[in-house]
Protein backbone atom coordinates (compact mmCIF):
# COMPACT_ATOMS: atom_id res chain seq x y z
CA UNK A 1 0.00 0.00 0.00
CA UNK A 2 1.60 3.41 -0.95
CA UNK A 3 0.94 6.35 1.34
CA UNK A 4 0.87 9.97 0.53
CA UNK A 5 1.91 12.81 2.57
CA UNK A 6 0.66 16.24 1.81
CA UNK A 7 2.59 19.28 3.55
CA UNK A 8 0.61 22.30 4.05
CA UNK A 9 2.29 25.62 5.22
CA UNK A 10 1.76 26.95 8.43
CA UNK A 11 0.55 30.39 5.75
CA UNK A 12 -2.11 27.96 4.05
CA UNK A 13 -3.62 26.76 7.43
CA UNK A 14 -3.78 30.39 8.45
CA UNK A 15 -5.92 31.56 5.46
CA UNK A 16 -8.28 28.37 5.51
CA UNK A 17 -8.76 29.27 9.46
CA UNK A 18 -9.43 32.69 8.35
CA UNK A 19 -11.94 32.09 5.85
CA UNK A 20 -14.11 29.68 7.81
CA UNK A 21 -14.16 32.64 10.34
CA UNK A 22 -15.46 34.83 7.40
CA UNK A 23 -18.21 32.38 6.64
CA UNK A 24 -19.07 31.93 9.86
CA UNK A 25 -19.94 35.61 11.00
CA UNK A 26 -21.28 35.48 7.73
CA UNK A 27 -23.80 33.22 8.26
CA UNK A 28 -24.48 33.80 12.15
CA UNK A 29 -24.39 37.86 12.08
CA UNK A 30 -27.53 39.37 13.57
CA UNK A 31 -30.32 40.21 11.20
CA UNK A 32 -30.64 43.92 11.64
CA UNK A 33 -29.31 46.41 8.78
CA UNK A 34 -27.27 49.51 10.54
CA UNK A 35 -28.24 52.41 8.60
CA UNK A 36 -25.64 55.04 8.08
CA UNK A 37 -26.86 58.16 10.00
CA UNK A 38 -24.98 61.30 12.16
CA UNK A 39 -23.08 58.97 14.47
CA UNK A 40 -23.95 56.15 12.85
CA UNK A 41 -26.33 53.59 14.54
CA UNK A 42 -26.40 55.45 17.51
CA UNK A 43 -28.91 58.07 18.69
CA UNK A 44 -29.03 61.40 17.54
CA UNK A 45 -28.47 64.16 19.47
CA UNK A 46 -27.65 67.31 16.87
CA UNK A 47 -27.42 67.22 12.91
CA UNK A 48 -24.28 68.98 10.90
CA UNK A 49 -22.76 72.53 12.67
CA UNK A 50 -21.87 73.08 9.15
CA UNK A 51 -25.04 75.28 8.21
CA UNK A 52 -27.54 78.01 10.32
CA UNK A 53 -30.34 75.48 10.80
CA UNK A 54 -32.18 74.03 13.77
CA UNK A 55 -34.76 71.79 14.41
CA UNK A 56 -37.96 71.60 16.57
CA UNK A 57 -39.51 68.71 17.73
CA UNK A 58 -42.99 67.82 19.54
CA UNK A 59 -43.97 64.78 21.69
CA UNK A 60 -47.23 64.22 21.67
CA UNK A 61 -49.06 61.98 23.76
CA UNK A 62 -51.20 64.89 25.38
CA UNK A 63 -52.03 68.68 25.35
CA UNK A 64 -54.45 68.63 22.88
CA UNK A 65 -55.66 71.69 23.64
CA UNK A 66 -52.72 73.36 22.81
CA UNK A 67 -52.19 71.78 19.71
CA UNK A 68 -54.39 73.89 16.85
CA UNK A 69 -53.04 77.33 18.46
CA UNK A 70 -49.30 75.66 18.07
CA UNK A 71 -50.12 75.22 14.37
CA UNK A 72 -51.09 78.29 13.57
CA UNK A 73 -48.07 80.23 15.22
CA UNK A 74 -45.92 77.59 13.28
CA UNK A 75 -48.41 78.64 10.33
CA UNK A 76 -48.08 82.24 10.67
CA UNK A 77 -44.52 82.05 11.03
CA UNK A 78 -43.93 80.09 8.45
CA UNK A 79 -42.30 76.96 10.80
CA UNK A 80 -42.29 73.19 9.93
CA UNK A 81 -41.44 70.73 12.81
CA UNK A 82 -41.31 67.62 13.67
CA UNK A 83 -43.99 65.70 15.60
CA UNK A 84 -43.50 62.62 17.55
CA UNK A 85 -46.72 61.01 18.08
CA UNK A 86 -47.67 58.02 20.20
CA UNK A 87 -49.61 55.41 18.31
CA UNK A 88 -52.25 54.98 20.89
CA UNK A 89 -52.66 59.16 21.19
CA UNK A 90 -52.98 59.11 17.41
CA UNK A 91 -55.59 56.49 17.79
CA UNK A 92 -57.85 58.15 19.67
CA UNK A 93 -57.87 61.54 17.96
CA UNK A 94 -57.06 60.48 14.12
CA UNK A 95 -58.11 64.01 13.49
CA UNK A 96 -55.48 66.18 15.26
CA UNK A 97 -52.64 63.90 13.47
CA UNK A 98 -54.49 64.28 10.39
CA UNK A 99 -54.29 68.44 11.19
CA UNK A 100 -50.75 68.02 11.92
CA UNK A 101 -49.73 66.35 9.13
CA UNK A 102 -52.34 68.60 6.59
CA UNK A 103 -50.36 71.82 8.18
CA UNK A 104 -46.72 69.86 6.58
CA UNK A 105 -45.48 69.16 9.31
CA UNK A 106 -42.77 65.90 9.59
CA UNK A 107 -44.19 62.92 11.56
CA UNK A 108 -42.09 60.75 14.26
CA UNK A 109 -42.75 57.62 15.95
CA UNK A 110 -43.22 58.24 19.79
CA UNK A 111 -43.70 54.21 20.20
CA UNK A 112 -47.49 52.87 21.22
CA UNK A 113 -47.87 53.41 24.77
CA UNK A 114 -44.94 55.26 25.95
CA UNK A 115 -43.64 52.97 27.70
CA UNK A 116 -39.45 52.74 28.97
CA UNK A 117 -37.86 51.45 26.15
CA UNK A 118 -35.02 50.77 28.05
CA UNK A 119 -36.49 48.53 30.48
CA UNK A 120 -37.98 46.56 27.22
CA UNK A 121 -36.61 42.91 25.44
CA UNK A 122 -35.14 43.44 21.76
CA UNK A 123 -38.70 42.24 20.69
CA UNK A 124 -41.08 44.95 23.20
CA UNK A 125 -38.73 47.26 21.30
CA UNK A 126 -39.91 46.43 17.83
CA UNK A 127 -43.47 45.68 18.47
CA UNK A 128 -43.44 48.79 20.32
CA UNK A 129 -42.15 51.14 17.01
CA UNK A 130 -44.33 48.77 14.88
CA UNK A 131 -47.48 48.86 16.23
CA UNK A 132 -47.40 52.93 16.20
CA UNK A 133 -45.70 52.90 12.79
CA UNK A 134 -48.97 50.96 11.57
CA UNK A 135 -51.68 53.23 13.30
CA UNK A 136 -50.37 56.33 11.98
CA UNK A 137 -49.72 54.71 8.75
CA UNK A 138 -53.58 53.78 8.55
CA UNK A 139 -54.57 57.09 9.22
CA UNK A 140 -52.16 59.42 6.99
CA UNK A 141 -50.98 57.18 4.53
CA UNK A 142 -46.68 56.90 5.36
CA UNK A 143 -44.18 55.22 6.93
CA UNK A 144 -42.17 56.90 9.78
CA UNK A 145 -38.78 56.54 9.84
CA UNK A 146 -38.15 58.86 12.77
CA UNK A 147 -38.38 57.23 16.57
CA UNK A 148 -38.01 59.78 19.68
CA UNK A 149 -37.72 57.37 22.47
CA UNK A 150 -40.71 58.09 25.24
CA UNK A 151 -38.92 59.83 28.57
CA UNK A 152 -35.35 59.67 26.28
CA UNK A 153 -34.97 56.29 27.66
CA UNK A 154 -33.08 53.76 25.68
CA UNK A 155 -30.95 50.99 25.72
CA UNK A 156 -28.73 48.99 23.27
CA UNK A 157 -31.70 46.92 22.58
CA UNK A 158 -33.94 49.81 21.36
CA UNK A 159 -31.59 51.18 19.11
CA UNK A 160 -30.73 47.40 17.56
CA UNK A 161 -35.03 47.50 17.02
CA UNK A 162 -35.03 51.04 15.37
CA UNK A 163 -32.03 50.33 13.02
CA UNK A 164 -33.15 46.84 11.84
CA UNK A 165 -36.38 48.90 11.08
CA UNK A 166 -34.34 51.76 8.94
CA UNK A 167 -35.43 53.96 11.43
CA UNK A 168 -33.24 56.96 13.10
CA UNK A 169 -33.44 57.11 16.82
CA UNK A 170 -33.47 60.62 17.69
CA UNK A 171 -32.55 62.17 21.16
CA UNK A 172 -32.24 66.07 21.61
CA UNK A 173 -29.70 69.08 22.09
CA UNK A 174 -32.62 71.28 24.13
CA UNK A 175 -34.76 70.30 26.31
CA UNK A 176 -37.04 72.44 27.29
CA UNK A 177 -38.76 70.87 29.95
CA UNK A 178 -41.79 72.66 29.63
CA UNK A 179 -44.20 69.67 30.85
CA UNK A 180 -42.97 70.54 34.27
CA UNK A 181 -44.67 74.26 33.55
CA UNK A 182 -41.47 76.00 34.26
CA UNK A 183 -43.12 79.52 33.21
CA UNK A 184 -42.79 81.19 29.46
CA UNK A 185 -39.58 83.04 30.08
CA UNK A 186 -37.54 79.80 31.48
CA UNK A 187 -38.59 78.02 28.07
CA UNK A 188 -37.74 80.91 26.14
CA UNK A 189 -34.21 81.95 27.53
CA UNK A 190 -33.65 77.76 27.80
CA UNK A 191 -34.25 77.65 23.92
CA UNK A 192 -32.07 81.35 23.10
CA UNK A 193 -29.14 80.63 25.73
CA UNK A 194 -28.51 77.32 23.79
CA UNK A 195 -29.20 77.96 20.46
CA UNK A 196 -26.15 76.54 17.74
CA UNK A 197 -26.08 75.33 14.69
CA UNK A 198 -27.78 71.71 14.02
CA UNK A 199 -29.40 72.19 17.33
CA UNK A 200 -32.51 69.96 18.38
CA UNK A 201 -35.11 71.71 20.60
CA UNK A 202 -37.54 69.43 22.13
CA UNK A 203 -40.90 70.79 23.40
CA UNK A 204 -44.43 69.17 24.26
CA UNK A 205 -48.10 70.77 23.38
CA UNK A 206 -48.45 73.01 26.28
CA UNK A 207 -49.81 76.38 27.48
CA UNK A 208 -45.93 77.74 28.05
CA UNK A 209 -44.58 76.36 25.18
CA UNK A 210 -47.58 78.13 23.00
CA UNK A 211 -46.84 81.67 24.62
CA UNK A 212 -43.37 81.11 24.67
CA UNK A 213 -42.90 79.99 20.74
CA UNK A 214 -43.33 83.87 18.72
CA UNK A 215 -40.57 85.07 21.19
CA UNK A 216 -37.96 81.67 20.32
CA UNK A 217 -38.73 81.89 16.49
CA UNK A 218 -38.32 86.09 16.55
CA UNK A 219 -35.33 86.00 17.89
CA UNK A 220 -34.08 82.99 16.15
CA UNK A 221 -34.56 84.71 13.16
CA UNK A 222 -33.62 87.65 13.73
CA UNK A 223 -30.23 85.48 14.55
CA UNK A 224 -30.10 83.71 11.23
CA UNK A 225 -31.25 80.59 11.88
CA UNK A 226 -33.88 78.31 9.89
CA UNK A 227 -36.01 76.58 12.02
CA UNK A 228 -36.46 73.36 10.39
CA UNK A 229 -38.10 69.36 10.80
CA UNK A 230 -35.25 66.84 11.83
CA UNK A 231 -35.32 65.32 8.45
CA UNK A 232 -34.48 68.09 6.82
CA UNK A 233 -31.68 68.79 9.32
CA UNK A 234 -30.10 65.52 9.13
CA UNK A 235 -29.90 65.73 5.26
CA UNK A 236 -28.46 69.30 5.30
CA UNK A 237 -25.26 69.23 3.78
Not at 14 to 33: E, K
Not at 110 to 135: D, F, P, R, T
Not at 136 to 160: C, H, Q, W
Amino acid sequence: MTFFTIKISKRTVGFAVFIILIATWIFFRPSYRPIQVFGGNKPIYQGSKDRKLMAFTCNVAWGNEYIPPLLEIFKNKNIKATFFVEGRWAEKYPELLKLIYECGHEIGNHGYSHAHHAELSYEQNLNEIKKAEQVIENIIGIKTTLFAPPYGEFSDLTVKAASSMNYRLIMWTIDTIDWKKPGVDFIVNKVLENSGNGKIVLMHPTDDTVKAMPTIIDNLHREGFKITTVGQLLTAE
